[in-house]
């Protein structure tokens, strides 16, 4: 009975499965719409017009996505608790203090009729896959015990509200910098933060008072921040003009990288209409194509970092809790009453107060007594939370673009998060900008939190699009950017000091000017690249401090043979990063006490700078000795060889670093059920580290698992300007959000050994490929 009924609910799960095949009668239609799913499950949309290509987008999407969807609008609209529970209380306050989706829902009405049509169909295209459905839901539901509601155009836009605040970091960094100023020196804090040109002060202002209150109040404002928007930046593009390429046209590369998870981010998907052409990356949940080729252009995008968030220690009136100062005197605060609905326990209500500046972020993680004793808080001032934002308006002319002035008119829209967009047309020429919204300040740079009681670090607009950072035909016939510092000394605005480290951008631009003839695969290959440009400045300089033992010998000799590549399948990798993540808890988890968990990182700039001038760092404050960098290096390298060899076994040769760096894409929800989690969770064994080219990120504070790769490029793209259907597209999982589908996994091993596909060809062509055709009608 138990494998029968097991068998049934097998079976019943299996309906949820999406229907490819046959006719298919829907509601919101004016025409016929061809989708054939080829063999990944991709689907190449054929419609008689934009609208209904819209309608047919959302319906495939709901079909192989739908979780997916409802999570991120759930999660935007901090709705979380009614379906998980207790557990995702503290991210829905901060999403309700946050007021992500009431600013989704306020920027509908400012959007062109012709993006809010296209929104409309995409709903319609949604709901009739809600309507339609003849089988089970997707098997999240059941373990949830919840149903989807109506798709809105608002629920398509949060996404972007999401991605605003995700990949600008400047909170979290404002936060940390704050509580470090009250842990370290002047000088301490310029070596960790210090960077070439980077003017500006690091230290709190000296109106904003150092105490164990303004220390708790900035440890209740970090708390606050959900992992789910945690920030993570990097990315890689770059493009060659045809004087670099075989063919005589453009190439352009793309690979953004996000967090990892299954399903991941991106779903491939193909338009064709009378008026429409578009074959690349969709977020399921969005209408528009993200990082495309049209017939006449192609595009890709990296993160700038600019720094686009703001906090502002606000105090409270002397005599009314309920008011706050500013220049002109004090303010009443503007409250809002939100209620959490919470799955097994009953509502909760919450008050969300905002100031001139925006929202209360620090109520967000405080409790009633707190709230009635602290005398400051902390707001955010964030262009993630225009009501005005035009940004989908931006996507949907982008996607339409014949040229470069249509290009550039497009991104005229494009507010947050600001990018870098680059460009290549079939006339050859290419370019980038850098759109978006950067603010410009009476005074300082906004690296640090400022009081709001005064008005010298207030924002006065933002930098008109004209002067943002943009070039045309660049006179050597390439440009690259791997989230690595854009502009020049010259530049007149202040646009970021938190760039990330240059090493993949050196290392794509060497292989670039080495390469005679480059072609689709020779990008391809370079987006494989795994040579660490890290390893090449810090290990000279670790060898050199290490001593040598008895024990040690043999690890220094493979490192010191080591090529510097990043490979699954070799020892080295993993010798020298665990060795590399414990030289930086000796170097600074002394000087950083309570807070060196939220900062452990491998830092290899800091680290090459200590033990190039042997700078205090060095020395354990925490003992009467004074320590030497090589004392504090040859610790770490038996350390490192203790915890090798308590994980991996004595034998050095037989270490893997493929063992320890595994990417993982873990599901939403099942990741926490044991026997789900194994049927859930895709694993694989990865190359690559922070630093190469193809990026693995580990967060190396986790204890469990420092060397898993969670952080990289989930969507591969090299568009070939001479020949659309040449151009080659990976994800890294697949299609299908659905663990019982084909489509769920089939990717994972392609995206890691480097196989991608095009997306292209004649309906004739895809059917005598294999591909499936479903035909959706009007009803």
Known sequence: MVVAGSAIGYAWLRTSLPQ???????????????????????????????????VALGFVHAQDRLFQMDFQRRLGAGRLAEVVGASAVGIDRTMRTLGLYRAAEASLEGLGPEVRRALDAYARGVNAFLETRGGALPPEYYVLRSEPEPWRPADSLVWGRLMALTLSGNWRGEALRARLSMRLSAQQLEDWYGEPNAAGA??????????????????????????????????????????????????????????????????????????????????????????????????????????????????????????????EGTEPFVKRTETIRVRGADDLAVTVRETRHGPVIS?????????????????LATTALRPNDRTAEALYWLNRASGWDEFTSALTRFEAPIQNVFYADRGGAIGMMAPGLIPLRRSGNGFVAAPGWDDRAAWDGFVAFDELPRRLGPVDGLLVNANNRLVGDDY????????????????????????????????????????????????????????????????????????????????????????????????????????????????????????RDETAWCDDIGTADVETCATQVARALDQALDALEQRHGADPTRWRWGDAHLARHDHAIFTRIPVLRDLADLVIAADGGNDTVNRGAMRVANAREPFADVHGAGYRAVYDLADAAASRFVIATGQSGNPLSVHYRDFLQRWRDGHSRAIAGSPAELTAAGAELLTLVPQ
């Open 20 to 54: 490819t095949r046959g006719r298919l009668a829907l509601p919101g239609l004016h025409s016929e719409v061809a989708v054939y799913r080829d063999q990944d499950g991709v689907p190449h949309i054929f419609a008689a017009n934009d609208d209904d290509a819209y």
């Open 202 to 327: 690091i230290t709190l202002p000296a109106t904003i008072e150092k105490s164990q209150a303004t220390d708790d109040l900035f440890a209740r404002t970090l708390a606050a921040l959900p992992e789910a928007i945690r920030p993570r930046l990097a990315s890689n593009v770059w493009v060659v003009d045809g004087r670099h390429t075989k063919s005589g046209q453009p190439i352009l590369a793309n690979d953004p990288h996000l967090g990892f998870g299954a399903p991941g981010v991106w779903y491939l998907a193909r338009i064709t209409t009378p008026t429409l052409a578009l074959a690349g990356a969709t977020v399921a949940g969005v209408p528009f194509h993200l990082l495309a080729q049209n017939p006449r252009i192609a595009w890709g995008m990296t993160t700038t970092g600019a720094d686009t968030q703001d906090l502002f220690i606000e105090r409270l009136a002397p005599d009314d809790r309920d008011a706050y100062e500013t220049p």
């Open 363 to 379: 109520d967000a993680e405080t409790s009633a007594a707190a709230v009635a004793r602290d005398r400051t808080v902390v707001a």
């Open 492 to 611: 007149p605005h202040f646009i970021s000091r938190d760039w990330d480290a240059p090493y993949r951008a050196e290392r794509i631009l060497e292989v670039l000017r080495e390469t005679r003839e480059q072609t689709v695969a020779s990008h391809q290959a370079l987006q494989l690249d795994i040579v660490s440009p890290m390893s090449a400045e810090l290990l000279p300089l670790m060898l050199a401090h290490a001593g040598r033992s008895e024990r040690t010998a043999r690890a220094l000799r493979m490192l010191a043979s080591w090529d510097g590549r990043m490979d699954r399948e070799r020892p080295e990798p993993l010798i020298f990063v665990t060795w590399l993540r414990e030289l930086d808890r000796n170097l600074f988890a002394d000087e950083l006490g309570d807070m060196f968990a939220q900062l452990w990182d491998l830092h290899p700039r800091l680290i090459a700078r200590t033990l």
